[in-house]
């Protein structure tokens, strides 16, 4: 049994809690129109991240999101939120909102020392719409 610290667990129960609802409409196809633009004009960001895609967010939520991702031929495959590390180890809320209206076929958590948009250690959390297969094949 794989044993969790207390921040550990709470990240747990917010993916279960994304998973099961807490959405908003969003735009299946790029560019996803309202306030969200491209990342890589507003963050830093590159145009295309391979494993990920094209990601889209709304400047006012930067840096944790939600950033909308999208493969090359501009379907939404994920929503991903950029969860620092410090607030986990203190303990602090984490509040996730801006989910679209789909069905989450899996989630992923991964590591990020750090990049432009965001610089101090992170967890990515990826909310997937598609397979695991497909996720993976993102080029």
Do not use: C, N
Not at 36 to 61: I, N, R, W
């Amino acid at each position: 049994m794989t044993h969790f610290d207390r921040g550990s667990r709470v990240l747990v129960l917010g993916l279960l809690l994304l998973a099961s609802g807490g959405t908003v409409a969003a735009q299946s196809m790029a560019p996803p129109g309202g306030e969200y633009q491209k990342a890589s004009d507003v963050a830093g960001l590159p145009d295309f991240f391979p494993g990920l895609g094209t990601l889209y967010v709304q400047p006012k939520t930067l840096p944790g999101g939600p950033y909308l991702a999208y493969d090359r031929q501009g379907h939404l495959v994920s929503t991903v939120y950029m969860v620092p590390i410090k607030d986990i180890e203190t303990h602090q809320k984490v509040s996730f909102t801006g989910v679209p209206d789909m069905t989450v076929d899996h989630t992923d958590l991964r590591y990020s020392a750090g990049h432009p948009s965001m610089p101090e250690p992170h967890y990515h959390l990826i909310l997937w719409y598609i397979p695991p297969a497909q996720a993976h094949a993102l080029k």
